[in-house]
């Protein structure tokens, strides 16, 4: 399952495997649509100046693979283009057997990488996050899933790297997030009952959480430093998850933001609201890249809270 | 698979209802004539000629026959000549090669058999065939796929314009195309979409939690659809007409209920000799025709301790 944020549009999109979308309306998380979709590949786009919002994009997995962006104005429609074009001359396109990344264009398209829509060693192709730098393509988050997930890492003229440690217990789309720091791209990665902070160029890890046995992670984003506060250094914030019994015995379910930096040490915690059911094992959830919302989702509810704002 | 329904057929007044081993023909006084049908067809081709016109063609074996009504109700099965045969046939086997050809030639494999429903429209705009493509003949829904196919301008375009997986009839398929716009019942609810976008919108809110949608039909222009909704608590038939544009510009309405412009009473024609049905239990409906007036349903009723199958048209009067 995939979120998308519109928050141009106050809309969040989620998209589910069997070809469902569905459109929230933010903040008050109301359903406005339901549709059914073709099953494609989802391809979330950062651009470099607009940290706010994201861009979906859609690979076709048929015969022969397409690209189209999906715009959520009114009904939502897919617009074919040939590819996914970024400053400089850097382009992902469709090829044959699934995407090219053309780094530096048409023009070295012998610098590019292939990325396959199936392939023997680390399976098929889940999904993409696209990340734009101020000058061209900095980097593609590439989702592959077998008998375990990878995550793999493809940066202009390098071979493609799976992510060291991460996978094997099921990293989701969801939990694959991204923040700024000047030049530089902050990934956290989210793991069942762990998070890692990354920092690209590189992939070299900064931080490693694991939660408490009575906490479930929701989710998590990275948060450069001097982004909150006192905050001297980088960091993540985590949404944890807490199931505590009501007064009258039934479950109710607690969520609360945690800030701290690569020192393990804590500049935010607070609640940020909660549900009358049991939060689910591993719940789907994200924050909007504004992070002003968080929306959750299990099989008893769905909600969006508002995260608070410095 | 014996009686298994293929598809419902409006020809002027002639209603033509094609089901393995036979096609039952009902004239406009409900009489009924049979005419049998010995093969079980790969695929069941639907086209709008006119308004009030269906052209129905089956391909049985490597031959398509084009099934003609007479005005007395004889039911002639004509062998289209081989230009025409050929250029359908390249439709079906360019669905079976090209469109993701591996999963389905995989599946053709395993099953032996992909059964296609297509619905072909003579509206210019794009796409203009759509492809259900399914296991067998099936009464209850049922997992399927549904082609959105372009006309490709070269013999390398790919045709290919949506593939959806729905959950649907896929003997007598509810799905309707007109006006730009394409409407199916997916998961017995009722979902539509401009055909060019390739996307399908729920109409969320509009059946009772009890109900399923079994016939659809939308209007020449694509703006109001019509459907037949099936109580499974017993509470019997409701045929609705609906303002769908709301829902098609992405901005459904908060109150579903308030786009219903109006609903259908039933005006039987029963073949002769057969028992009256109970309109609230026996009655379950298969297709709308396409100017709203009529619905086909297979109806039953008991006379002297027998129970009579039958297939009726009935006049939908709007109220």
Same mark, same amino acid.
């Given at each position: 399952?995939?979120?998308?944020?519109? $928050?141009?549009?106050?809309?969040?999109?989620?998209?589910?495997?069997?070809?469902?979308?569905?459109?929230?309306?933010?903040?008050?998380?109301?359903?406005? /649509?339901?549709?059914?979709?073709?099953?494609?590949? $989802?391809?979330?786009?950062?651009? !470099?100046?607009?940290?706010d919002?994201?861009?979906?994009w859609?690979?076709?997995?048929?015969?022969?693979?397409?690209?189209?962006?999906?715009?959520?104005?009114?009904?939502?429609?897919?617009?074919?283009?040939?590819?996914?074009?970024?400053?400089?001359?850097?382009?992902?396109?469709?090829?044959?057997?699934?995407?090219?990344?053309? !780094?530096?264009?048409?023009?070295?398209?012998?610098?590019?990488h292939?990325?396959?829509?199936?392939d023997?060693?680390?399976?098929?192709?889940?999904?993409?996050?696209?990340i734009?730098?101020?000058?061209?393509?900095?980097?593609?988050l590439?989702?592959?899933?077998?008998?375990?997930?990878?995550?793999?890492?493809?940066?202009?003229?390098?071979r493609?790297?799976?992510?060291?440690?991460?996978?094997?217990?099921?990293v989701?789309?969801?939990?694959?997030?991204i /923040?700024?720091?000047?030049?530089?791209?902050?990934?956290s990665?989210?793991?069942?009952?762990?998070?890692?902070?990354?920092?690209?160029?590189? !992939?070299?890890?900064?931080?490693?959480?694991?939660?408490?046995?009575?906490?479930?992670?929701?989710?998590?984003?990275?948060?450069?430093?001097?982004?909150?506060?006192?905050?001297?250094?980088?960091?993540?914030?985590?949404i944890? /998850?807490?199931?505590?019994?009501?007064?009258?015995?039934k $479950?109710?379910a607690?969520? /609360?933001?945690?800030?701290?930096?690569?020192d393990?040490?804590?500049?935010?915690?607070?609640?940020?609201?909660?549900?009358?059911?049991?939060?689910?094992?591993?719940?789907?959830?994200?924050?909007?890249?504004?992070?002003?919302?968080?929306?959750?989702?299990?099989?008893?509810?769905?909600?969006?809270?508002?995260?608070?704002?410095? | 698979?014996?009686?298994?329904?293929?598809?419902?057929?409006?020809?002027?007044?002639?209603?033509?209802?094609?089901?393995?081993?036979?096609?039952?023909?009902i004239?406009?006084?409900?009489?009924?004539?049979?005419?049998?049908?010995?093969?079980?067809?790969?695929?069941?081709?639907?086209e709008?000629?006119?308004?009030?016109?269906?052209?129905?063609?089956?391909?049985?074996?490597?031959?398509?026959?084009?099934?003609?009504?007479?005005p007395?109700?004889?039911?002639?099965?004509?062998?289209?000549?081989?230009?025409?045969?050929?250029?359908?046939?390249?439709?079906?086997?360019?669905?079976?090669?090209?469109?993701?050809?591996?999963?389905?030639?995989?599946?053709?494999?395993?099953?032996?058999?992909?059964?296609?429903?297509?619905?072909?429209v003579?509206?210019?705009?794009?796409?203009?065939?759509?492809?259900?493509?399914?296991?067998?003949?099936?009464?209850?829904?049922?997992?399927a796929?549904?082609?959105?196919?372009?006309?490709?301008?070269?013999?390398?375009?790919?045709p290919?314009?949506?593939?959806?997986?729905?959950?649907?009839?896929?003997?007598?398929?509810?799905?309707?195309?007109?006006?730009?716009?394409?409407?199916?019942a997916?998961?017995?609810?009722i979902?539509?979409?401009?055909?060019?976008s390739?996307?399908?919108?729920?109409?969320?809110?509009?059946?009772?939690?009890?109900?399923s949608?079994?016939?659809?039909?939308?209007d020449e222009?694509?703006?109001?659809?019509?459907?037949?909704?099936?109580s499974h608590?017993?509470?019997?038939?409701?045929?609705?007409?609906?303002?769908?544009?709301?829902?098609?510009?992405?901005?459904p309405?908060?109150?579903?209920k308030?786009?219903?412009?109006?609903?259908?009473?039933?005006n039987?024609?029963?073949?002769?000799?057969?028992?009256?049905?109970?309109?609230?239990?026996?009655?379950?409906?298969?297709?709308?025709?396409?100017?709203?007036?009529?619905?086909?349903?297979?109806?039953?009723?008991i006379?002297?301790?027998?129970i009579?199958?039958?297939?009726?048209?009935a006049?939908?009067?709007?109220?």
């Amino acid at each position: 399952m995939t979120d998308i944020f519109f $928050p141009e549009q106050g809309l969040c999109v989620t998209m589910r495997g069997f070809g469902e979308l569905s459109i929230w309306e933010l903040p008050n998380g109301v359903l406005r /649509a339901t549709y059914q979709a073709p099953r494609v590949i $989802p391809i979330r786009v950062h651009r !470099w100046g607009n940290t706010d919002a994201e861009e979906l994009w859609f690979l076709s997995n048929e015969a022969k693979p397409s690209l189209s962006r999906v715009y959520v104005t009114g009904f939502p429609s897919l617009a074919a283009e040939e590819g996914i074009v970024f400053s400089g001359e850097a382009r992902i396109v469709p090829a044959q057997d699934g995407l090219r990344i053309l !780094w530096e264009g048409w023009q070295r398209a012998k610098a590019a990488h292939r990325v396959p829509l199936s392939d023997p060693y680390t399976g098929r192709l889940e999904g993409v996050v696209a990340i734009e730098g101020s000058n061209g393509l900095q980097a593609v988050l590439v989702l592959r899933s077998w008998y375990r997930r990878c995550l793999m890492l493809y940066e202009r003229g390098k071979r493609p790297v799976v992510f060291p440690e991460v996978g094997a217990n099921g990293v989701e789309i969801n939990g694959v997030e991204i /923040a700024r720091r000047e030049q530089d791209v902050l990934l956290s990665v989210i793991e069942k009952r762990e998070v890692r902070l990354f920092i690209l160029p590189g !992939w070299k890890s900064l931080l490693k959480f694991k939660a408490e046995p009575s906490d479930i992670i929701c989710a998590a984003f990275p948060v450069p430093a001097g982004a909150w506060r006192e905050m001297q250094k980088d960091g993540i914030g985590v949404i944890l /998850a807490r199931s505590e019994k009501s007064e009258e015995g039934k $479950p109710r379910a607690y969520f /609360a933001l945690r800030i701290f930096d690569i020192d393990e040490r804590t500049v935010l915690e607070m609640q940020i609201g909660s549900v009358d059911a049991s939060p689910d094992p591993q719940p789907y959830a994200r924050v909007s890249p504004d992070r002003r919302f968080l929306v959750v989702e299990s099989p008893y509810f769905r909600q969006v809270f508002r995260l608070p704002s410095e | 698979m014996a009686g298994a329904l293929l598809d419902v057929v409006f020809q002027e007044s002639i209603v033509l209802i094609p089901q393995i081993g036979k096609i039952v023909s009902i004239d406009p006084d409900g009489k009924d004539r049979i005419s049998p049908l010995m093969d079980s067809p790969g695929m069941v081709i639907r086209e709008k000629k006119t308004s009030t016109y269906e052209a129905l063609l089956l391909r049985i074996g490597n031959t398509l026959y084009e099934v003609k009504s007479e005005p007395d109700g004889l039911v002639l099965l004509n062998e289209l000549d081989s230009s025409h045969v050929r250029a359908h046939i390249q439709t079906g086997t360019r669905v079976e090669m090209r469109f993701g050809f591996e999963r389905i030639s995989a599946s053709i494999a395993s099953l032996g058999m992909v059964h296609a429903h297509i619905l072909r429209v003579p509206d210019p705009s794009e796409p203009r065939t759509f492809c259900l493509l399914f296991d067998s003949y099936s009464p209850k829904p049922t997992k399927a796929r549904l082609l959105f196919l372009g006309a490709p301008v070269e013999a390398t375009d790919n045709p290919l314009r949506a593939d959806l997986e729905v959950w649907t009839r896929t003997g007598c398929p509810p799905i309707d195309v007109q006006g730009g716009v394409i409407a199916v019942a997916h998961k017995s609810s009722i979902w539509v979409g401009p055909k060019e976008s390739g996307l399908l919108i729920h109409l969320e809110g509009l059946l009772e939690g009890h109900e399923s949608a079994e016939a659809i039909a939308l209007d020449e222009d694509g703006k109001t659809l019509a459907c037949a909704l099936l109580s499974h608590h017993g509470k019997g038939l409701r045929i609705l007409r609906v303002d769908i544009q709301p829902w098609l510009n992405g901005y459904p309405p908060r109150d579903p209920k308030r786009a219903v412009l109006a609903m259908a009473e039933l005006n039987p024609r029963l073949p002769s000799g057969v028992p009256e049905p109970d309109l609230k239990r026996d009655v379950h409906p298969y297709r709308i025709s396409p100017q709203l007036d009529r619905l086909v349903a297979k109806a039953s009723g008991i006379r002297e301790g027998r129970i009579f199958e039958y297939f009726m048209v009935a006049d939908l009067v709007w109220k």
